[in-house]
């Protein structure tokens, strides 16, 4: 079984302040991660992904996320919060032989100026 | 390029009525997942399709709910004698299917509201 939990429905940062977003992931199987954006009234694209490759990962927008498989982690951060930064984040899993991806309930991130 | 679009935006529809849902993927994408994103929740799987082989419908949540893909093209989400628990945001996504790393590409979604 997989599962996703990200803490913290909204957190807030000031702009030009470090943003991190956390997820933890359960896998019974070696897993992928993945964080989505959703940005306002868009679809959700992908921001990075972890393929089992290098744990340290690197997205768009100046964003990274590490996998620590120790604990079970997979947090999404930025050195430097923009206004654009403001969207709703999501953290998923698959792994496995089946074909479901597990996302999480999202993180609505606010950046104050 | 076109992405994924789906149709209708928004559907208000009244209890115990069928609904029919439109997923158009990108042009050349062989897998296509459907998920509800209900208030307050994650995504939720609902169904998956890779091109002609039977698709993986685990995720349904009862058989009031079905989905079809013509061609390996067009998808068609159907929700049968709705129930208010039913609305929710539906979003459709699609990947080229090169295995489970594929990055998914989702549409905007249909948001269906049952009276």
């Known amino acids: 079984a997989q599962s996703v939990t990200q803490l913290g429905s909204h957190v807030s940062v000031s702009e030009g302040a470090l943003v991190l977003l956390r997820c933890n992931y359960s896998s019974s199987v070696p897993p992928y991660l993945f964080w989505y954006v959703q940005y306002p009234n868009q679809g959700l694209q992908l921001l990075l992904k972890?393929?089992?490759?290098?744990?340290l990962v690197k997205g768009i927008n100046g964003f990274e996320a590490e996998f620590k498989k120790s604990e079970t982690s997979f947090h999404l951060t930025k050195p430097s919060a923009h206004m654009s930064d403001a969207a709703e984040y999501f953290c998923a899993v698959t792994g496995g032989s089946g074909n479901q991806f597990y996302f999480g309930t999202g993180t609505s991130l606010t950046v104050i100026p | 390029g076109a992405g994924v679009s789906q149709s209708p935006s928004n559907k208000v529809t009244e209890k115990g009525k069928d609904v029919e849902l439109r997923c158009d993927p990108i042009?050349?994408?062989?897998?296509l997942y459907w998920y509800r994103q209900s208030l307050g929740q994650g995504l939720e799987f609902l169904i998956y399709f890779q091109g002609n082989s039977a698709p993986d419908k685990s995720g349904l949540p009862s058989d009031r709910f079905s989905a079809e893909r013509t061609g390996g093209s067009v998808s068609t989400l159907t929700i049968q004698r709705t129930q208010q628990e039913d609305s929710a945001v539906y979003l459709c996504?699609?990947?080229?299917?090169?295995?489970?790393?594929?990055?998914?590409?989702f549409g905007p979604g249909t948001r269906l509201t049952v009276l």
């Open positions: 972890y393929t089992s490759a290098a744990t």
């Open positions: 042009s050349g994408h062989t897998a």
């Open positions: 996504a699609s990947s080229p299917d090169r295995g489970k790393t594929d990055t998914q590409y």
